[in-house]
C-alpha cells in the first residue's frame, strides 16, 4: 500500500510539474507573438479606438438594467462578435489560465461552445472521485470490523461469545519455546515482542526458521489491517482455523491446537473473505484517485487547448485588419459617370 501511495504521489507531482511547464511554455508563446489583447491593441492603436468607441455605443443604446443584466448572465462574451463582425482580441494567457483553473472556461471566454465537453469531463471526474471514495471508506470500515470482530491478538472470546483456545499470541509463544526464549514477556511490550520474533526466526531450530517475519504494528493503523490478512504469519490469529472441517490436522489426540504446521498450510475462510473485502474497498479508492488523474488530465488539455484558440481567433483579427478591399465604384468627372476601382485598406 505505501508503494501505491508513493506512486500516486508521484504521477500527481509529474502532472503539477508539467502543468507548470505548459504555463510557462504558453506564457512565453504569447508574449513572443504579440497576441494578448494589450500588446495587439497596442500593434494597431485604431483598432483599441474602435473597440472602445464600439463600446461606448454598445453602452449607450442598453438601459443600465439590461446592461447589468447581461454582464450577470454571460460575462465571458458570446458568438455575437463573429455574427456581428466586430471581432474583439482575447488574452492567450488569460485563456490559458482560465481553464488551468476551471476547464472549459478557457474556451467559454474566447467565445467557443467546446468547453461544454471539458465541463461535462470535469463533473465527470468529480462525480467518479467522490462516488467511488465514499463507496471505498464505507467498505474499509466493513472490512475492519470484520477483523476486529474475527482476528484476535491475545482475546480468547471469539465473536459469537464462545469461548476461543487459539489466537496470534499463543502462537508467538509457541515459536519463542522451540528455541528457549521466554514466552512470559508482556504481549503488548512491542519491541520487546518483535525482536524476539526476529531472534526465533534466525535460530536453525525453530520451526520459523528462515522466514521473513513482519512486525505488527502497536496501534490498529491501516498497515496493521494489511498485514492480519496479507501474511500466513497471522493466520492463527483468525478464529476459525480451529475448525477441523477447515484444517483436519490442526489439533492433536487430546483436541488441543496444533501451532506446529507449516503456516502456509493452514487456511482460513475468514482470512480469505477478509483479503476479497480489502480489495473491493481498494479498488474502489483506486477509482476515485483515477477521477483526480483525470481532473489533472483535463486542465492541462483544456488549457493548451483555449490558448491554441485564443490565439487563431487573434489571428484572424490579424488577418482580417490585413485585408485590402477591391471594388468597382462610379464616379462623376465632369458630368460624366465613369467606372474606377477602389482599393481600400484596414490600418
Not at 536453525?204 to 504469519?233: A, C, R
Not at 478464529?239 to 503456516?263: A, F, K, M, Q, S
Request: hydrophobic share 35%.
Amino acid at each position: 500500500m505505501k508503494e501505491n501511495s508513493m506512486r500516486k504521489l508521484l504521477s500527481i507531482m509529474v502532472m503539477v510539474v508539467i502543468a507548470a511547464s505548459v504555463c510557462t511554455i504558453a506564457s512565453a508563446d504569447s508574449i513572443m507573438t504579440g497576441m494578448d489583447t494589450d500588446i495587439l491593441y497596442a500593434e494597431f492603436p485604431d483598432m483599441a479606438d474602435k473597440s472602445a468607441v464600439g463600446e461606448n455605443i454598445e453602452a449607450e443604446t442598453l438601459s443600465n438594467e439590461e446592461a447589468a443584466a447581461e454582464l450577470a448572465i454571460w460575462p465571458f462574451g458570446s458568438d455575437d462578435e463573429e455574427e456581428t463582425g466586430e471581432l474583439k482580441p482575447k488574452s492567450t494567457r488569460k485563456a490559458f489560465f482560465l481553464s488551468l483553473l476551471l476547464p472549459g472556461l478557457g474556451e467559454t471566454y474566447v467565445g467557443s461552445k467546446r468547453g461544454i465537453f471539458f465541463f461535462a469531463v470535469e463533473a465527470l471526474s468529480w462525480w467518479m472521485y467522490t462516488t467511488n471514495t465514499n463507496e471505498g471508506n464505507d467498505l474499509e470500515k466493513d472490512f475492519r470490523n470484520f477483523a476486529d470482530n474475527h482476528w484476535h491478538y491475545t482475546s480468547t472470546t471469539a465473536s459469537d461469545g464462545s469461548e476461543l483456545d487459539h489466537n496470534y499470541w499463543k502462537w508467538l509463544q509457541y515459536q519463542f519455546r522451540q528455541v528457549n526464549k521466554p514466552d512470559d514477556i508482556d504481549p503488548y511490550d512491542y519491541k520487546l515482542v518483535n525482536e524476539q520474533l526476529e531472534a526465533t526466526v534466525e535460530n536453525s531450530n525453530s520451526p520459523i526458521f528462515g522466514h521473513s517475519v513482519h512486525s505488527l504494528p502497536s496501534t490498529k493503523t491501516q498497515q496493521y489491517y494489511e498485514m492480519i490478512g496479507k501474511y500466513p504469519q497471522f493466520v492463527y490469529g483468525w478464529e476459525d482455523v480451529g475448525n477441523t472441517e477447515i484444517n483436519p490436522t490442526i489439533r492433536d489426540n487430546e483436541d488441543n491446537i496444533n501451532y506446529g504446521l507449516r503456516i502456509e498450510d493452514v487456511k482460513s475462510p475468514m482470512r480469505v473473505k477478509y483479503e476479497d473485502m480489502r480489495d473491493d474497498s481498494n479498488q474502489k479508492l483506486k477509482a476515485g484517485q483515477r477521477g483526480i488523474h483525470i481532473m489533472l488530465i483535463s486542465r492541462v488539455v483544456s488549457a493548451i487547448h483555449a490558448g491554441r484558440l485564443a490565439y487563431k481567433h487573434n489571428q484572424r483579427i490579424r488577418s482580417e485588419i490585413s485585408t485590402i478591399d477591391v471594388d468597382i465604384v462610379d464616379k462623376y468627372v465632369i458630368d460624366n459617370r465613369v467606372p474606377m476601382l477602389m482599393f481600400t485598406k484596414k490600418f
